[in-house]
């Protein structure tokens, strides 16, 4: 069974800065990030491939930063310049033979 454990959500003021952490008990050729907001549907943050190779939404797009270390079966996400509308349950998802999701973190983003 695969097991993919998410840290680093929480509350930030706009213009604050958080970083995710997920770790999976194994490798994956896709790792990445997703989020929903109350009442909206699940959307791609961004994701990367083992090879390096990035993929993010136009709304985060220079604010934030994935990256993976394939050694520890790790993804990042750095997120800077944090809006209100960032907020909602970040979900990590890892992708190969299989597809699986983490349980998912708070980002809130308030004053």
């Known amino acids: 069974q695969v097991h993919l454990v998410e840290s680093g959500g929480g509350l930030v003021q706009p213009g604050g800065s958080l970083r995710l952490s997920c770790t999976a008990s194994?490798?994956?050729?896709?790792m990445g990030w997703y989020r929903q907001a109350p009442g909206k549907q699940r959307e791609l943050v961004a994701d990367?491939?083992?090879?390096?190779?990035?993929n993010y939404a136009d709304s985060v797009k220079g604010r934030f930063t994935i990256s993976r270390d394939n050694a520890k079966n790790t993804v990042y996400l750095q997120m800077n310049t944090l809006k209100p509308e960032d907020t909602a349950v970040y979900y990590c998802?890892?992708?190969?033979?299989?597809?699986?999701w983490g349980q998912g973190t708070q980002v809130t983003v308030s004053s």
């Open positions: 990367i491939t083992w090879a390096g190779d990035t």
């Open positions: 194994g490798s994956f050729y896709v």
């Open positions: 998802k890892a992708s190969g033979s299989t597809t699986n």
